[in-house]
């Protein structure tokens, strides 16, 4: 350790203490991938246990040109949370309080290290919902979805998580602490300021702390896990479905995923896998007679309409949770793709099928045999894409990405629905943005940190 990196550390712990830093294995021992070991590869762990501490070090570190990566849950995997030799980690996760729960305001003010099932959990307690919901939701943070705008599984409910922060607490790269923490539906006082610090990967600044709109907990949950023999006659269920209010999930899984997920575990197999097109398909709502009745109505159509060849309806909470681990099979394609690349692209969703043999038809031809799932959250436009190659997918990621993200092109597709670029999809952003909006974009970003001193490597 050099005589700089030593002050550094020292001062440092005069802010957060023993508690506050990590050094050594237990740095090393994290990982900044969800789903591989990256350790950090910088000297320290920062944990501030206040918006005052977290000011404080990032004017440390600004007054030094120091590098930092902010980390939340870790769960993301476009590799934002990846740190370098140069850099070290301040992590939110001491600072993880529920502040309040607001049932006649409907809000949750929190801190940005509580993980979006914890907070989750207290809602609840007040028989309210915060609808954001993912299959990492035990271990994201509100800090960190609130960085990426992370979607998850009801987006076609109740949006993005942009759509459910009010307001939040933000500090800056030279520690100037920004509060914007509205707790109203209605406030049009000057630039909605939270909207910098949404989606933006952390490289504008580091959120601490949040305001979250809430729902009152749906009373019912209706699922059914359905087979169908064409592309079309999943349009055609998507569109039925939206006419109901109660609608709160439309997950769409073409055969290759869902074969492989019910190949591997029987418990995830509720019909035969010989169809293209498997749907998961929720309704949330308040009138047991009424849901019931809604949710009968749509199947009886659909089947009276051809359009679904097999169904299984959960008939308790247990079956509901069963249907729904069909669709979260994500350890099964670890554990049978890997290594595999992942994308999370947005396209038209009247032709996300086309996308999706495209793609297929792209890596064949470029790479010969791949293995290749899809599945998504269509009602959003939302698709999901694993690609393995061989061995040597890893060595190749940067070949099996421009061989996609071109398809995403041809298509007019996003780069990017809810995952974020991070640092993996950086090289393509200038090809999936306009050169205005990207300019933009910079001059942003130049006036807020001008020296990088946040989340470096992220997004441009």
Not at 62 to 72: D, P, W
Not at 128 to 136: E, K
Not at 155 to 180: C, F, H, K, P, Y
Not at 385 to 414: C, K, M, N, P, W
Request: aromatic content about 6%.
């Amino acid at each position: 350790m050099t005589s700089t990196e030593a002050t550094l550390l020292s001062d440092l712990h005069s802010i957060v203490g023993d508690r506050g830093l990590l050094t050594g294995t237990d740095v090393t021992l994290r990982s900044c991938d969800p789903f591989r070991a990256v350790p950090p590869e910088g000297p320290a762990i920062v944990r501030p246990a206040s918006t005052g501490e977290l000011s404080q070090i990032m004017a440390l570190c600004h007054a030094r040109g120091q590098r930092v990566v902010v980390h939340g849950g870790r769960t993301g995997v476009a590799g934002g949370a990846y740190a370098g030799p140069a850099e070290i980690v301040i992590s939110l996760e001491r600072m993880a309080r529920i502040v309040e729960i607001d049932p006649v305001g409907l809000t949750a003010t929190v801190e940005a290290g509580a993980t979006v099932e914890a907070v989750q959990n207290a809602a609840m307690e007040q028989g309210l919902l915060y609808p954001i919901d993912l299959g990492a939701k035990g271990s994201a943070t509100i800090g960190g979805t609130i960085a990426t705008n992370a979607g998850g599984n009801r987006v076609i409910r109740w949006g993005m998580t942009r759509q459910n922060v009010l307001g939040l607490e933000a500090v800056l790269s030279d520690g100037t602490i920004v509060s914007a923490m509205n707790r109203y539906l209605k406030n049009n006082t000057g630039y909605d300021v939270k909207q910098l610090f949404i989606g933006s990967e952390g490289t504008l600044g580091v959120v601490s702390r949040a305001v979250l709109k809430l729902v009152a907990q749906p009373r019912t949950q209706l699922v059914a896990f359905l087979s169908l023999s064409s592309f079309q006659a999943v349009l055609d269920l998507l569109v039925r479905a939206r006419r109901l209010q109660q609608l709160s999930a439309f997950e769409v899984m073409w055969q290759d995923y869902y074969a492989m997920v019910a190949g591997h575990d029987a418990t995830r197999r509720p019909v035969d896998p010989s169809q293209p097109f498997y749907v998961l398909l929720e309704l949330m709502g308040f009138d047991e007679a009424a849901d019931q009745a809604a949710f009968n109505s749509l199947l009886e159509e659909a089947f009276d309409a051809g359009l679904i060849v097999d169904a299984v309806a959960a008939t308790s909470l247990k079956q509901v949770g069963e249907l729904w681990r069909v669709r979260e099979g994500s350890e099964i394609l670890v554990r049978e793709m890997a290594p595999f690349i992942s994308f999370d692209i947005s396209v038209d969703i009247r032709r996300a099928d086309a996308f999706a043999q495209a793609v297929r038809q792209a890596l064949t031809t470029t790479f010969g045999e791949v293995k290749i799932v899809t599945f998504g959250h269509l009602g959003d436009s939302n698709l999901h894409i694993g690609a393995h190659i061989g061995s040597d997918t890893l060595a190749r990621a940067h070949e099996i990405e421009a061989t996609v993200y071109a398809v995403v092109r041809q298509f007019d597709g996003a780069l990017t629905a809810e995952h974020g670029i991070g640092q993996m999809k950086r090289d393509f952003l200038p090809d999936h943005v306009d050169a205005g909006a990207l300019t933009l974009m910079r001059r942003v970003r130049d006036a807020l940190d001008g020296t990088r001193i946040i989340n470096h490597d992220v997004l441009f």
